[in-house]
């Protein structure tokens, strides 16, 4: 379900510790990025969501017109293009570092591979520590379930929420 609606609606996938939600949300005025790391609330709304547990991702359990999440359970977002997970003012210059490393999360029931791209020395305390983001972007990532091996989720960006994040490191080039 991770596609772009016109310029207007993003479609993505949202884990819980229980849950995948599919749905769409409206980015005419803020990135998902900038969303999910707004400090002013706590809530995400999406639309047309799809509810389904991670044991079976593929069977839909519920499906409603409108949904909340809170934000501070949600594990990980995936989308499929990278600019769809950067911040407005990552997508230019700046943030495309010269380092590109390619990295391991663990986070709640899922297993998180994909690349960190940096513009100084990679300290992994320091992308968990450092700034106000509460989501950071894992890019070319895959998301795997430890739940159910075999079950993989894919996208251009991972959003990886910091506070769920069990286990991080570097994978050896």
Not at 121 to 137: I, M
């Amino acid at each position: 379900m991770e596609e772009r609606l016109g310029s207007n609606w993003l479609v993505a996938d949202f884990f819980t510790n229980r849950y995948r939600i599919s749905g769409r949300l409206d980015v005419r005025h803020k990135k998902l990025a900038a969303q999910l790391n707004d400090h002013t609330t706590a809530f995400l709304q999406i639309e047309n969501v799809y509810i389904s547990n991670i044991e079976t991702p593929a069977e839909i359990i519920a499906s409603h017109e409108v949904a909340v999440l809170r934000k501070g359970n949600i594990s990980a977002a995936v989308v499929q293009r990278q600019e769809d997970g950067l911040l407005r003012e990552q997508t230019y210059g700046s943030y495309l570092g010269t380092y590109l490393r390619k990295v391991f999360l663990a986070v709640s029931s899922y297993e998180i591979e994909g690349y960190l791209r940096l513009s100084g020395k990679l300290d992994l305390r320091t992308v968990l520590t450092t700034g106000t983001d509460t989501f950071f972007p894992v890019l070319d990532g895959k998301m795997g379930s430890a739940v159910r091996p075999g079950t993989v989720f894919s996208g251009g960006a991972i959003l990886v929420n910091k506070e769920h994040v069990g286990v991080f490191f570097v994978e050896e080039e």
